[in-house]
């Protein structure tokens, strides 16, 4: 149980586009879902934190009109990296708690983006 | 204080080895810990968790050992197999907070 998938596995896009990725949880209803990023042999940051029917709350540093996050229902997330820069490349995951007083995350397998 | 120090950076054991990895914890109000495996391009899986009301929790071949006076988990992964070559996180957190990740230690097992 408590499987999380993402949507696209890699995406690439152009410079100045924008591109989603979707955080659906399969078998369970997430209340909380978050948001991370990964570069290259480093640990996950957590961007952001979004509630079910409710604004996500972002990180500090983390660009909230560039990372748009949609938590529309308990069981899918997404993340719009709005006009995309290469220096947003990176492995984008996901994770889905009960609710956000769980303290076990399942985690969505990652997104790569390349921006190009 | 809401750091997670994690080492060694990088490791490497034969197959049948030991592997120990080591986290070290300021914030007292942290009590969850788990531990997360990550192979490349895949997201984390959690591997094994424990709580600060016991010193010790084992599944199988994962044992994590908690020293909660020194403020130290640790990792150990038992007759350590090819397989298990991955990335490691530790992480801690307290009930409605985020997970605080360990910067992670890359486990090669060598045939």
């Known amino acids: 149980g408590a499987v999380v998938s993402q949507h696209p596995s890699w995406v690439i896009c152009k410079s100045g586009t924008s591109v989603k990725i979707e955080c659906r949880s399969l078998?369970?209803?997430?209340?909380?879902m978050f948001w991370y990023r990964q570069f290259p042999k480093q640990s996950l940051m957590l961007m952001a934190t979004?509630?079910?029917?409710?604004?996500?709350?972002?990180e500090q540093g983390v660009e909230k009109d560039k990372f748009l996050i949609n938590h529309a229902s308990l069981t899918l997330s997404t993340l719009t990296v709005t006009s995309a820069h290469p220096e947003d490349s990176s492995f984008y995951i996901c994770?889905?708690?009960?609710?956000?007083?769980?303290?076990?995350?399942?985690f969505g397998p990652g997104t790569r983006l390349t921006v190009t | 204080q809401q750091q997670v120090k994690q080492s060694p950076q990088s490791l490497i054991v034969q197959k049948g080895g030991i592997s120990i990895i080591n986290c070290a914890y300021e914030?007292?109000?942290?009590?969850?810990f788990p531990w997360y495996q990550q192979f490349p391009g895949k997201g984390p899986a959690l591997l094994i968790a424990?709580?600060?009301?016991?010193s010790e929790k084992k599944e199988g071949r994962f044992t994590i050992s908690f020293n909660k006076s020194a403020k130290q988990f640790s990792l150990h992964i038992m007759d350590s197999q090819p397989g298990d070559s991955a990335t490691y996180f530790c992480?801690?957190?307290?009930?409605?907070?985020?997970?605080?990740f360990g910067e992670g230690t890359q486990l090669t097992v060598n045939p």
């Open positions: 424990i709580r600060p009301d016991v």
């Open positions: 078998d369970f209803q997430a209340t909380t």
């Open positions: 994770s889905a708690a009960w609710d956000s007083y769980s303290y076990e995350q399942y």
């Open positions: 992480a801690a957190e307290t009930s409605g907070s985020r997970l605080t």
């Open positions: 979004s509630n079910e029917g409710s604004k996500a709350t972002y």
């Open positions: 914030n007292t109000a942290f009590d969850y």
